[in-house]
């Protein structure tokens, strides 16, 4: 299998390459600031990583500086309202939650300088499992 490449940032990975147009609305609505801050991913966009699982995720985290990775999955593709696959690669490896493109840039910008854990986002999904923000 074809490893992540190696990045500084946080890794937005594509893993269903079913629509175009829905993967080029995710970026924009990504690298949109959200109150003057901006999420600081790098995305990957390659077709070797089609279909990856959450488990081979986790077995491709060697290497990565971020102990998390961002998936643009089919539901993301695919969903009235799309949401993105956050996946824990080291604390507890393979545990996952959805957010909102909306949401990438807080998420990422406190697990990156450790303001926050995983678990908090994680643990505070609305009803339908989707993080959007705190309430």
């Not at 190696?6 to 990504?30: E, G």
């Not at 790098?42 to 500086?65: I, K, N």
């Not at 959805?98 to 450790?114: H, K, T, Y």
């Amino acid at each position: 299998m074809k490893p992540l490449p190696k990045s500084d940032q946080a890794l937005v990975v594509r893993t269903d390459f079913s629509d175009d147009t829905a993967w080029t609305s995710v970026v924009s609505a990504i690298k949109r600031p959200v109150d003057g801050f901006f999420a600081y991913v790098d995305f990957v966009d390659d077709s070797a990583f089609g279909g990856l699982t959450v488990e081979q995720l986790v077995a491709l985290r060697d290497g990565l500086s971020k102990s998390y990775v961002i998936v643009a999955d089919a539901v993301t593709m695919s969903a009235p309202e799309p949401s993105l696959l956050v996946v824990d690669l080291f604390e507890e490896p393979g545990r996952t939650f959805r957010a909102v493109p909306s949401a990438i840039q807080s998420i990422e910008n406190n697990l990156s300088i450790a303001n926050m854990d995983f678990w908090e986002f994680a643990d505070n999904v609305d009803a339908d499992g989707v993080f959007r923000d705190f309430k």
